[in-house]
Every structure is written in C-alpha cells, then in structure tokens.
C-alpha cells in the first residue's frame, strides 16, 4: 500500500471536524518515536492525541489496533476512547481513506478494530494478571488504587 499523505488539515475537513491549530499540527503529523508534548488544562491535549491517532491510521503508517493510548484519569480515558471511535467510524466512511488505499483494506480494517485506551494504572493491572507468572508475581495481584495505598499507610502507621 502506498502512503499518500493527508495532512491535518485536510483530514480534520474530511471528517467534519475544525482546523486543528498549527502547534496541533506539528504534533498530529510529528515523526513516529517519543515525544513530550508541554501543554496546560484546556489546550487541547485529548482532541490532539485524537486526531494524531486518525491521521497516523488514515496515512497508513499503523493500523488501530497496533496504537495504545495511556492517560492518568478514568475521566480522561474514556473521553480519549469516545473521540478516537467518533473519527475512526467516520474515516471508516469518508473517501479520503482511498487515495491511501485505493483497494478499500484500511476501511475494512479500521472499521474491524480499534484502538486500546486505559489508565496508566488499569494497563499494569492487566499486564500484572496477564504476565505476572514471568516476574513472578501472582496473576491475582492487585493494584493498590490511591485510596487503598493511603488507608494501608495509615494502618501500618498506626
């Protein structure tokens, strides 16, 4: 499959959203390998990682099911998963997913599969239980949340 490339922009119109900004651009259309991206409450940080996610999947450069999203709140992951879905099922439709591919495999593809979005914390929980026997660590094992960590705190202090 060959790589056309859709840019932001083009992509952002394609899926009825608005214009993301030019400090979004750069981080939506940014080359693959780590990153750190400084960004205070409210400037966009979850529409961001929303749209770098459709555009990395329209471009071909990964399927949905290859991206892991992480976050630090509930609050945060569901919005995050909320907003991939929304614009994935709508590239799963929209024409611009054939000037990538033309034979229509990534709309069968993204329409198939989606993305894993967690907390930091239900992530390791799950890693924990799935390959813990490897460390070893018992598959049973639980995270202590930070509630339970406090009140385990204060009773060996106590």
Not at 99 to 114: H, Q, W, Y
Not at 132 to 142: D, F, N, Q
């Amino acid at each position: 499959m060959t790589h056309a490339q859709i840019s932001p922009a083009e992509l952002a119109s394609a899926l009825g959203l608005p214009p993301p900004t030019d400090e979004q651009v750069a981080v939506i259309a940014a080359p693959l390998g780590p990153a750190l991206v400084v960004a205070g409450a409210g400037a966009g940080k979850t529409e961001t990682m929303a749209a770098r996610v459709v555009w990395l999947v329209a471009n071909g450069v990964l399927p949905p099911d290859q991206v892991l999203g992480l976050t630090f709140t509930r609050k945060a992951a569901q919005q995050l998963t909320s907003r991939i879905r929304l614009r994935l099922h709508r590239l799963a439709g929209a024409d611009v997913l054939l000037r990538v591919d033309p034979s229509g495999e990534l709309s069968a593809r993204v329409r198939a599969t989606e993305p894993e979005v967690s907390t930091y914390h239900a992530y390791a929980g799950r890693l924990l239980a799935e390959h813990g026997l490897r460390l070893p660590v018992e598959p049973s094992a639980i995270l202590l949340s930070e509630t339970a960590a406090w009140q385990l705190a204060h009773r060996v202090v106590s």
